[in-house]
């Protein structure tokens, strides 16, 4: 990680910033809360980051996670965003005793060291992204993605962002982590057993594992027999279409590399947008 090791001038700054003591302070927090869901904010931070990048429009430049333009309406309000004030509460003290860090910065940066240390790979990040000053910088409502959808809103969304079919199965991989709360998105449970833990246990579990429409009031969504497991249909869709599914059965099989393509396009995912590392 570029900036990560001692200090980094960052241009329109005085004083050098330690990124090295920012990642330790998100390493300090994750865990903090042992009642909070399964026992780590590490989840719902890279969901942050990722909703704050994922926004982004190649055609027109616009969204992605430069400006933290999630910080005001309405980008704030946009249902897709339900929960995450949660996680820009919980790097607002990290925000105070690190000033010099932008928002936008420090949430793609939480992401990262999340992943890492949850057991992840570690994820290409440079600073430089800078906050927009109010709500008229946020991309409209509709621009992330709608989890009741298949395969064609997954290429079309990510599409938009500039990525191809291996990189969108790849980036997929982060629903090993967390879970869906029905009080944000409507859906509920988690992906996999290990919800804390970055690993390819989500493809393993999409391959090896018997799904079924789940019987409740609740929006379509996929279960286990257990019953505890689920999978969004935006998640099956990975295994109904053709073009998808042998990256599924590949990451399932191989986690090395998984890691690398995982790490490689949730790096591209944080620098789209910012000036001087978007493609
Ligand atoms: Fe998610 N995602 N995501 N997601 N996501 C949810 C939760 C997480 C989609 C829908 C949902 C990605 C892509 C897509 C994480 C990370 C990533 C939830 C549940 C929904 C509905 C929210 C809630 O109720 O709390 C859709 C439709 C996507 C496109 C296919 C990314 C690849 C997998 C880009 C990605 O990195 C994480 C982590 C969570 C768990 C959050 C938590 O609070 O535990």
């Not at 099956?236 to 986690?255: C, G, I, Q």
């Amino acid at each position: 990680i570029d900036g990560a090791a001692g200090g980094v001038v960052v241009p329109g700054l005085a004083s050098k910033l330690d990124y090295g003591a920012v990642r330790k302070a998100v390493e300090e927090v994750l865990e903090s809360n042992p009642d909070y869901d399964d026992g780590s904010y590490g989840p719902v931070l890279v969901r942050l980051a990722w909703h704050a990048a994922g926004t982004y429009d190649k055609a027109t430049g616009t969204g992605g996670s430069n400006g933290a333009t999630m910080r005001f309406a309405p980008e704030s309000d946009h249902g897709a965003n339900a929960g995450l004030a949660v996680a820009r509460a919980l790097l607002e003290p990290i925000k105070k005793k690190y000033p010099g860090i932008s928002y936008a910065d420090l949430w793609t940066l939480a992401g990262c060291v999340a992943i890492e240390s949850m057991g992840g790979p570690s994820i290409p990040w440079s600073p430089g992204r800078e906050d927009k000053p109010d709500g008229s910088y946020c991309p409209p409502d509709g621009r992330l993605p709608d989890a009741s959808l298949g395969a064609a809103h997954i290429r079309d969304v990510f599409g938009r962002m500039g990525f191809d079919d291996r990189e969108m199965v790849a980036l997929s991989g982060a629903h090993t982590l967390g879970r869906c709360h029905a009080d944000r998105s409507g859906f509920l449970g988690p992906w996999t057993n290990a919800p804390t833990t970055f690993s390819n246990l989500y493809f393993k579990e999409l391959t090896e594992n018997k799904w079924r429409k789940k019987r409740w009031s609740g929006p379509v969504q996929y279960e286990d027999k257990s019953g505890q497991l689920m999978m969004l249909p935006t998640d099956m869709a990975l295994v109904w279409d053709r073009k998808f599914k042998p990256y599924v059965d590949e990451y399932a099989k191989d986690e090395d590399k998984f890691f690398n393509d995982f790490a490689a396009a949730f790096g591209k995912l944080m620098a789209l947008g910012v000036p001087g590392q978007s493609p």
